[in-house]
């Protein structure tokens, strides 16, 4: 609430140990494996798995509602580390829904890697660790993958109107997959 005049605790705050956030409409979401399907090359190794295990937990702020031209979001993404066979656990991903909204993603805690592509259906990845940056251009799919051993957590902010379309990640998918080969993380077409 906005009192005229007056010093005022601010409304979010951000714990600087680890980005976690607290405050007054803070949304928290999980994905579990089982609501993944699909997402996964090894569907053989994906179907042993336990469907109710969490892959990803989400906190978003939505100072504003969703669809909102002209807003922000700001959140943030914890992945558990482990692999579906030998493909690293990582986010759905998606493309804005508004196709020309870009985003900011940065690395907070552990070691992860952003697999970009875009309109031409070029794919990228950059290594993600406490302190990268990353800037997501409008119409390219993000989606981020957990390289280590420890749980990898990065922050996002984003337009209340960018919207998540995930539809081209099953049409079309994503050209590339992260692997781990002989102990290392690689990028295979
Ligand atoms: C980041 C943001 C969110 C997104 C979340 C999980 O926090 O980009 O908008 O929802 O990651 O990614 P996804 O929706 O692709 O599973
Ligand atoms: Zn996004």
């Not at 005049?5 to 949304?27: A, F, M, V």
């Not at 804005?96 to 259906?121: C, F, M, P, T």
């Not at 990268?132 to 957990?146: E, F």
């Not at 960018?162 to 993380?185: C, M, Q, S, W």
């Amino acid at each position: 609430m906005k009192i005229h005049n007056t010093i005022q605790t601010p409304e979010y705050k951000i714990d600087l140990s680890n980005w976690g956030l607290s405050g007054s409409s803070i949304l928290v979401s999980e994905k579990r494996l089982g609501q993944l399907k699909g997402i996964f090359f090894d569907e053989e190794s994906f179907e042993a798995m336990d469907p109710e295990q969490v892959i990803y937990r989400v906190q978003v702020i939505q100072p504003v509602q969703e669809g909102t031209e002209g807003g922000l979001f700001f959140g943030n993404t914890t992945i558990m580390p482990g692999k579906v066979g030998n493909e690293f656990f990582m986010t759905r991903g998606h493309l804005h829904e508004i196709g020309n909204r870009a985003e900011y993603y940065w690395g907070i805690i552990g070691q992860g890697v952003l697999i970009s592509k875009d309109r031409e259906g070029k794919t990228w990845a950059e290594k993600m660790f406490p302190g990268s940056l990353h800037y997501i251009d409008g119409y390219t799919v993000h989606r981020v993958a957990n390289i280590g051993n420890t749980p990898l957590k990065f922050g996002a902010c984003w337009p209340s109107d960018a919207g998540h379309n995930y539809d081209g990640i099953y049409e079309k998918g994503f050209t590339v997959r992260l692997i781990e080969k002989e102990g290392e993380p690689v990028i295979i077409e």
